[in-house]
């Protein structure tokens, strides 16, 4: 029983999207309610993807898992319940199926004895705002996109602008109201959005998640103010009108954390951190496209032909499934270390002897990067990649492109080692040391007293007035 003097402290849900890249940073932010401001955290997850729980679990007695079956869904295949295992074309699928735990959750949070007073969810469960509301308490997005990434997809899905020529994907779409009036070539544009039909129920359904998205009660950014502030205020004042808007990031494992959590892996994470310490500072790029990038094998053999010229020693991580050239691994053996399948990336990029990033610029690896003071060459692919790449390169001048056609593209060998080779040389000296100052301001952004840090704690604060509010139904 809580004392009459004691504020019980807000119980939240925390419903993540099932997806490296979504529900890692996500499970970072609940660590940091539980642990720093010591709420009640349930996260609901489907029994493959509590393994991913394992690490937050053990640091955080505050944290509860809620494990719920995956719903049945005819049109993906058997098994699967996290969106690495699945191509493009089943996103909508997946996302739909996801919709299924709706049931299952509103049972849960009306039948155990400490409902829930708030729901944070991810930005691709739109569907859990209508939840909220039935359960009668606000729903948070949370979105592993930075503040210029929601900023336009919020502006593509009110206003859905079409191209004017069909054939055309170099198309310039224009986004007149956000800060700097941004262009983007329509093949860089969110899939998800692209692919919407008008009258399928899929894509509507998807539709109108995103537009829920807008009118929920609060937002969420794995992003930080000294680096996307213009697009924050833009949020707060222009798109949603109202300053429930937290920029907390960059959101990160704690140090003690960072190699545990992830997926498996062909190498030993103390054979990694042997190898790169056997490295000088500053000589290795660490390459890695992401958990969805499978690239076709003349993709993957002009990427080990370009690291091979470019005489630069090279620590990549493949995703599983990919075909190297023959030979390649063998005959690259002094000059790199390969990786199959997961790699601690946070960890990867925290060591001296890492320089540089060549990237897909997934807005959670722009962020390790940025907190690491590691500048970037980038390969942007799809979904927010290319945002993320704008805003590494425009406004925190710390990346550079390698690769700007796709997820199609095959890169030029020589063209990639040669830029490889001058990014890490003088030609590339400013952009390390703009890398080296942004890691500081991101550093002093979590700290305590930092913008991320007080931001943090504005949200709890505010979840604190709502429990302070609300009607007794708990002791």
């Known amino acids: ?97 996801l919709a299924g735990l ?13 409902p829930p ?19 009668g308490i606000p729903r948070i997005v949370f979105t592993p996109s930075g503040a210029l990434s929601v900023s336009i997809f919020h502006w593509l899905w009110r206003r859905m602008p079409q191209r004017s020529n069909l054939d055309d994907p170099d198309e310039l779409i224009s986004f007149p109201s956000l800060p700097n009036s941004p262009l983007f070539r329509w093949r860089d544009l969110s899939g998800l959005w692209k692919i919407y039909r008008r009258g399928d129920p899929v894509c509507e359904f998807f539709k109108e998640g995103m537009l829920a998205n807008i009118q929920s009660w609060g937002l969420v950014i794995n992003t930080f103010s000294e680096l996307e502030h213009p697009y924050l205020d833009y949020l707060r004042d222009v798109d949603l009108g109202h300053r429930r808007v937290w920029a907390v990031g960059p959101l990160l494992p704690p140090l003690d954390a960072a190699a545990e959590r992830g997926g498996t892996s062909s190498v030993a994470g103390e054979k990694v951190a042997a190898w790169l310490d056997g490295c000088d500072e500053g000589s290795v790029v660490y390459v890695a496209l992401g958990s969805h990038t499978l690239l076709a094998p003349p993709q993957a053999a002009a990427l080990a032909a370009g690291m091979e010229r470019s005489g630069a020693r090279f620590l990549w991580a493949v995703k599983e499934g990919t075909v190297l050239p023959e030979g390649f691994e063998e005959r690259a053996a002094g000059q790199g270390l390969v990786v199959h399948g997961w790699a601690p990336q946070v960890v990867i990029l925290g060591h001296p002897a890492v320089g540089l990033f060549l990237t897909h ?46 997820p199609g593209a095959v890169p030029d060998p020589d063209e990639l080692a040669r830029v490889v080779a001058e990014a890490q040389g003088e030609g590339g000296r400013e952009r390390r040391e703009r890398a080296k100052a942004m890691a500081a301001r991101s550093r002093e952004a979590t700290e305590e007293g930092g913008s991320s840090y007080k931001n943090v704690a504005e949200l709890v604060e505010e979840l604190r007035k709502l429990v302070a509010t609300a009607k007794p139904s708990k002791t």
């Open 1 to 97: 029983m809580v004392g009459k003097n004691r504020q019980r402290q807000p119980h939240v849900l925390v419903i993540p999207y099932p997806a490296p890249g979504h529900m890692l940073c996500l499970l970072d932010l609940a660590h940091l309610l539980s642990a720093r401001f010591g709420l009640a955290v349930t996260v609901a997850v489907t029994p493959a993807n509590l393994p991913i729980l394992s690490s937050i679990l053990a640091r955080s007695p505050s944290v509860s898992p809620l494990v719920l079956p995956f719903p049945e869904y005819p049109s993906l295949p058997p098994g699967v319940e996290n969106a690495k295992d699945i191509d493009f074309p089943q996103f909508l699928f997946f996302i739909h199926a």
């Open 102 to 114: 709706r049931g299952p959750l509103l049972d849960w949070a009306r039948a155990g004895p400490d």
């Open 117 to 135: 007073d708030a729901i944070i969810s991810d930005l691709f469960l739109g569907w859990t705002n209508s939840l909220a509301a039935e359960l």
């Open 361 to 406: 610029c997934g807005w959670n690896s722009v962020m390790e990067a940025t907190a690491a003071g590691v500048a970037l060459l980038m390969w942007p692919m799809m979904a927010d990649h290319f945002v993320g790449a704008r805003v590494a390169e425009e406004v925190a001048g710390v990346g550079l492109r390698v690769c700007d056609d796709g």
